[in-house]
């Protein structure tokens, strides 16, 4: 078993994210965990993430707060929705996604994906 306490949890840098704090929990150099990685994004009223798409699937969280997540399918569709506390959502390989806290609160939001 490996814990990781929060106030130990070390930051990282993610492109294009703006206004936010990104925390490793598991994975990646947070544990020796090799299959999957879990980070807590922080989001500042005003913090966002790029649309961007990616090759491996992403679950979403919300632990705090309100975030406004964008979708564009592979086949161009665009959607969105609004998550609030205990809220999730997935988006699937080649989906483009941006969050984004267009509250004047802090959002927390847990990010579950597969290690590349």
């Avoid at 703006?18 to 922080?42: F, H, I, Y």
């Avoid at 592979?74 to 959502?89: H, I, N, T, W, Y």
Wanted: aromatic share 6%; glycine share 8%; hydrophobic share 35%.
């Amino acid at each position: 078993m490996h814990i990781t306490r929060m106030n130990q949890a070390k930051t990282y840098q993610a492109p294009n994210h703006d206004n936010m704090t990104c925390l490793r929990l598991q994975g990646k150099e947070a544990s020796p965990c090799q299959q999957m990685w879990m980070g807590m994004s922080v989001f500042e009223p005003g913090g966002q993430t790029g649309l961007d798409g990616s090759t491996v699937e992403k679950i979403y969280f919300v632990v705090e707060g309100e975030i406004t997540v964008f979708c564009e399918s592979v086949d161009g569709q665009k959607s969105e929705a609004v998550l609030g506390p205990q809220d999730s959502c997935v988006f699937l390989i080649g989906e483009k996604r941006q969050l984004k806290n267009l509250s004047n609160q802090v959002a927390k939001v847990v990010l579950v994906m597969a290690s590349p």
